[in-house]
């Protein structure tokens, strides 16, 4: 059977419907990505969840999401296709660093005339 999506090969086992379509893994997670970076109420969630935890700054990231954050802190400010370029990530890939980034109240985005921004928060 094929992703109805990325039309690869893959098996039943490794199949997954969502909505009435057969997708892969990779295409389903990719799906699921689509939460926002910019929701009030994850916000709200992570960052009380992080200061019962008794984290800061960094603490509790993953690698790459730590390696994106101090890249972003060291330079004050960094466009998405800077920090894509940094790290080799895909538009999808520097997204999923992001949401934690962002909800975590770390990182925002910024416009500047017609350029936007990631830049540290606080």
């Known amino acids: ?3 109805s999506r990325c039309s690869r090969e893959i098996s039943e086992d490794q199949s997954y419907v969502h909505q009435g379509k057969v997708l ?3 295409c389903l997670m990719d799906i699921g990505l689509s939460i926002k970076e910019c ?3 994850a916000t709200y969630v992570d960052t009380h969840t992080r200061e019962r935890m008794g ?4 603490e509790g990231l993953t690698e790459m999401e ?3 954050y101090e890249f972003v802190k060291s330079k004050g400010k960094a466009t998405r296709k800077e920090v894509m370029e940094k790290f080799s990530l895909s538009e999808l890939d520097l997204k999923a660093q992001l949401i934690t980034l962002m909800h975590s109240e770390l990182v925002k985005e910024h416009s ?3 350029q936007m ?3 540290p928060i606080g």
């Open 66 to 68: 730590k390696k994106v």
């Open 24 to 26: 892969c893994e990779d």
């Open 39 to 41: 929701d009030p109420w």
């Open 55 to 58: 984290l800061k700054g960094a």
């Open 117 to 119: 921004y990631l830049i």
């Open 112 to 114: 500047e005339g017609d």
């Open 1 to 3: 059977m094929k992703c």
